[in-house]
Structure formats: C-alpha cells, structure tokens
C-alpha cells in the first residue's frame, strides 16, 4: 500500500470516527429531552400546536403523557411572548405571517397590533419608492434641457415631496 494513501485513510478514519462519537454524544433520548423548554421556544415563536409531532417523531418509545404536559405548558409560556401587542407589530412591520396560535383572550389585541404593522410596512415601502422617485427626477432636473421642462420636473418633484412628508407623518402615527 502507498504510503500516501494509508496517511490519508488513516486520518479519514480517524476523523469519522471522532464525529460519529460526537454525533451520538450529542443526540438527546426523548426522557432526557426539556420539553417545556421545547414548548417555550415553539410558543414565543409563533408555532402552531403541530410542532409537538414533530419532536416525537424520533421518539421510538412510547410518547409520554408527560411530556406531552410539559411540552403545552411551555408553549403557553411562550405565547405569552409571541402575542404581546408590541411583538404583533414588528411581525406585522416585517411581513411575517400569523398563524391564529394567540389564545382568545388576547388574539384581538394581537390582530389590533399586527395590522397596524402592516400598515407601517406598506407605509415603508411606498417611502422608498417615493425616495426613489424623488432621486430620479432630481437626476432628471441636472439633465432638463430648457426651463420649461426644469419646471416640470419641479412640479413633480414639489408633488412627491409633499406626499412623501404625508407618508412620513401616517408612519409616525401608525408606528406610536
């Protein structure tokens, strides 16, 4: 055998090895599993009661009331945090979807919240396309040919600005 290969098998061997007990190391049996931290993270991320399944797949034995408890338990918890008003906002701001996961007592308050973030987020968009525009024609102007196209330009111009301040004042409103 070349020197050479027997090198390099070795330290490949060597090397799957390492990770394969590292990979077994790592994996987590489902009684050693923090399934309420599960469910807390599920929950203040918006995840539907679904993603319980999900983290049973893996699990060959049995499914444990149990965890089952832990798991809604901790998602409670994180819904909490998912559904507050100011959370519904940035989510609604980002274009995110919701998923009707906040419970009753809350979900009116969210969906208040939520699409007032949408708005923001149209509000937003339509400020950079009003920028956009301003940019271009301010481009334009430097470029007119005679004044009665430089006045023009600054007629549009004067129009987009003022409804680029109205943009402004609705996103400041929106966003209190």
Not at 14 to 38: G, H, I, K, M, P
Request: net charge positive; proline share 3%.
């Amino acid at each position: 055998m070349h020197p050479f290969f027997s090198v390099h098998f070795f330290v490949f061997l060597a090397s799957f090895s390492l990770v394969a007990c590292v990979s077994n190391s790592e994996r987590v049996t489902c009684d050693q599993r923090d399934w309420y931290e599960l469910g807390w993270r599920d929950g203040s991320q918006g995840a539907t009661l679904d993603r319980l399944a999900f983290h049973q797949k893996d699990c060959r034995s049995a499914i444990k009331s149990k965890w089952e408890t832990l798991y809604i338990n901790g998602r409670n918890a994180g819904l909490v945090e998912f559904c507050a008003p100011e959370n519904a906002f940035e989510l609604g701001r980002m274009g995110l979807p919701y998923l009707f996961v906040c419970p009753p007592t809350v979900e009116a308050n969210f969906l208040s919240a939520y699409r007032r973030g949408q708005v923001a987020r149209r509000l937003e968009l339509e400020g950079k396309e009003l920028n956009a525009k301003i940019d271009t024609l301010s481009q334009q102007m430097k470029l007119a040919a005679d004044e009665i196209e430089r006045r023009r330009i600054n007629s549009e111009l004067d129009s987009l600005r003022k409804r680029r301040a109205q943009n402004d004042r609705d996103l400041a409103s929106v966003s209190k």
